[in-house]
Nanobody, 122 residues
């Protein structure tokens, strides 16, 4: 089974930047639609963005569009989430996941990492 491991989370001040990584093993990440999700305490898991099979098409949620960017390094079998202009409301556990179809619904994603905590202080 494909395994995913997020890293790069931490504490950052509002307005700062952070880059999250999602390293894959046991499979080729570029064979999947890969997505980022986040979940804050007491809230449902929220779609952040995704990148399609060939890495050509990316889509970001309106809440992060213009601030976040998704990319994938096929040589490293790793997906990234570049987060800029961070806000306190971005505080959450961030997860990466894979799917065989393009979706914003976390229930359609099959493989998940364990998440990395991002905390944005005001």
């Amino acid at each position: 089974q494909l395994q995913l491991a997020e890293s790069g989370g931490g504490l950052v001040q509002a307005g700062g930047s952070l880059r999250l990584s999602c390293a894959a093993s046991g499979g080729t990440l570029s064979s999947y639609v890969t997505g980022w999700f986040r979940q804050a305490p007491g809230k449902e898991r929220e779609f952040v963005g995704r990148i399609t099979w060939g890495g050509i098409n990316t889509y970001l949620a309106d809440s992060v569009k213009g601030r976040f960017g998704i990319s994938r390094d096929n040589a490293e079998n790793t997906m990234y989430l570049q987060m800029n202009s961070l806000k306190p409301e971005d505080t959450a556990v961030y997860y990466c996941a894979t799917s065989h179809g393009s979706s914003r619904n976390p229930r359609n994603y099959e493989n998940w990492g364990r998440g990395t905590q991002v905390t944005v202080s005001s």
